[in-house]
């Protein structure tokens, strides 16, 4: 057995062990999150009276520190991994995963980052047909460490209901990088910030890692358990859904009423809809 194949198999493994206490925690409550933590996302189409209701407007808290982070130079020839996920490539010497997609929609608020096409290809400025859990088992072949979702709920012990309690996303972190080729047959890369601006400041988003925080398992409405991202198709979220592969580093409610939409796709600087892209995920390197 080459050391190749051992390596593939402790990933497996290690995969399997991850889905496999993620559908223990799916049966009964989550021992890693504090007490009154919400049990998971609501799934598409659920009913009313579930988590999505409408609260009354808070206050967000202070922003998360600005993270300067770059992505690490690849210094070696690339050795992809032998794997059958559609869509998905691994440079084993260099840490780096690329996933096809293409740029999404520039119009209207953001909520997602990178999400599975058919979803939630609404509110997100990439789009790939690359199965989620299969770049979860990508991200384990590059030895990263996957944690649990964010999550935030109305804090029940304030009366006036201006106060969230959160629980900031747990695991590894990660960069997200786009390349594309433009008309003109020019080639660039850019960090995924630079396709997020302020609606009203067009400030960029902050610098600062999405973290591997993995999805959950759960049942769904038939009581069958699967990786819950596989069926939102939440990659790489920026509001905290709370299913979410990869989850912004800082808290940001999902819902209107709480916290006023602000980011937007930087129609300056985007390609049109469509276009193919090399989206990469790289370890979290600091300067």
């Known amino acids: ?3 190749l194949s051992q390596r593939f198999i402790v990933a497996g493994l290690a995969l399997a062990l991850s889905l496999c206490l993620r559908a223990c925690h799916s049966i009964a409550p989550a021992t890693s999150l504090p007490p009154g933590a ?3 996302p609501v799934e ?3 009913p009313p009276g579930s988590p999505a209701a409408k609260a009354p407007p808070i206050q967000a808290p202070a922003a998360t520190p600005s993270v300067e982070l770059i992505p690490p130079i690849a210094a070696q020839p690339p050795r992809y991994a032998e794997v059958d996920w559609p869509h998905v490539k691994i440079d084993l ?6 996933i096809e997609g293409f740029s999404g929609g520039n119009q209207g608020w953001l909520e997602q980052i990178i999400c599975l096409a058919g979803t939630r290809t609404h509110e997100s400025i990439l789009i790939t047909e690359a199965k989620p ?4 088992a990508a991200l384990l072949l590059i030895g990263l460490e996957p944690g649990h979702p964010g999550w935030w709920k109305i804090d029940p012990d304030d009366p006036a209901g201006t106060r969230w309690i959160v629980e900031p996303p747990t695991g590894s972190p990660v960069i997200i990088t786009i390349a594309w080729t433009d008309k003109q047959d020019q080639k660039h890369e850019a960090p995924v910030r630079q396709w997020v601006r302020d609606f009203h400041t067009h400030d960029l988003l902050p610098e600062g890692p999405w973290i591997f925080a993995g999805s959950l398992m759960k049942a769904d409405y038939t009581g069958e358990v699967g990786y819950v991202a596989d069926r939102s198709g939440s990659i790489a979220g920026l509001v905290t859904f709370g ?5 912004w580093s800082e808290i940001l409610p999902d819902q209107e009423a709480v916290l006023a939409p602000e980011w937007e796709a930087n129609t ?5 809809p469509f276009t193919p892209v090399t989206i990469r995920l790289y370890p979290a390197a600091h300067p």
Do not use: F, W, Y
């Open 44 to 46: 598409p189409g659920a």
């Open 1 to 3: 057995m080459t050391r």
């Open 93 to 98: 010497n260099n840490k780096i995963i690329e």
């Open 133 to 136: 859990s299969h770049i979860h």
């Open 243 to 247: 299913d979410e592969l990869l989850g």
């Open 38 to 40: 919400p049990e998971g």
């Open 268 to 272: 300056e600087v985007m390609p049109e």
